[in-house]
């Protein structure tokens, strides 16, 4: 079966340093993915896309990887701050029906 | 530069009631997108409209809910002889084309609560 999978359980991460989240799928052929940040009683908020053929993509300090191969996506924080405390979301574009497709998210936890 | 706008933000229903959902998307777009969110769950995709068409509706059930996105005016979701498995969080993306690689931008979404 199809599946898109985030970490559930909380990420703890000291400031200042770098926080990883990994999304995994599975039975996908996504033509790109993207990452989210949803805070709590907000609605998503986009933050980048990477497409199949690229590895890597870089938005401040935001960073991005894509390895069709192993089917997972990893998006890092660096120097990482609690205001970027939230719940990042990974979606995919599936090409077999051009549905995009969420995961349930991770909660980050910044410590100061 | 409004965002995308989703009113009210908080709706409570008896059941049976019905629930009629409101999205104002961004300026210049014409593409908007209903999910769903329960507590601990991803975003759900119920319905892609395009200003006056149901383009994609496979992810609505097939009874009680309806989606409309008019000429003029916001996209509506509504939700008749409402039940108490549909309360949850119910979000409103638009997008300015379907570009396969189009972000979409949510509203801050409507929480629906049956008693």
């Known amino acids: 079966s199809q599946k898109i999978e985030q970490n559930s359980e909380a990420l703890n991460i000291q400031e200042g340093k770098t926080a990883t989240l990994t999304c995994n799928y599975t039975?996908?052929?996504?033509?790109?993915l993207q990452w989210y940040r949803q805070d709590p009683g907000r609605g998503p908020v986009f933050l980048l896309l990477?497409?199949?053929?690229?590895k890597e993509k870089r938005k401040e300090r935001l960073k991005v990887t894509f390895d069709t191969t192993l089917k997972q996506s990893l998006f890092h924080i660096t120097a990482s701050q609690p205001a970027d405390s939230a719940t990042y979301l990974c979606?995919?574009?599936?090409?077999?029906?051009?549905?995009?497709?969420f995961g349930k998210g991770t909660r980050l936890h910044i410590l100061p | 530069n409004a965002g995308v706008m989703q009113n009210p933000r908080h709706l409570v229903r008896r059941r049976g009631q019905e629930a009629r959902l409101r999205c104002s998307p961004m300026?210049?777009?014409?593409?908007v997108y209903w999910y769903r969110q329960l507590p601990e769950e991803g975003l759900k995709f119920m319905v892609y409209?395009?200003?006056?068409?149901?383009?994609?509706e496979s992810g609505m059930p097939k009874e009680r809910f309806s989606a409309e996105f008019p000429k003029e005016g916001p996209s509506i979701l509504r939700i008749q002889q409402v039940v108490r498995g549909d309360s949850a969080a119910y979000f409103c993306?638009?997008?300015?084309?379907?570009?396969?690689?189009?972000?979409?931008?949510f509203g801050d979404g409507t929480r629906l609560s049956i008693l």
């Open positions: 300026k210049g777009h014409s593409h």
């Open positions: 979606a995919l574009l599936s090409n077999r029906d051009d549905k995009i497709i």
């Open positions: 990477i497409r199949e053929n690229e």
């Open positions: 409209l395009q200003k006056e068409n149901i383009i994609d």
């Open positions: 993306a638009s997008s300015s084309d379907r570009g396969r690689d189009q972000p979409q931008h």
């Open positions: 039975n996908y052929s996504p033509a790109y």
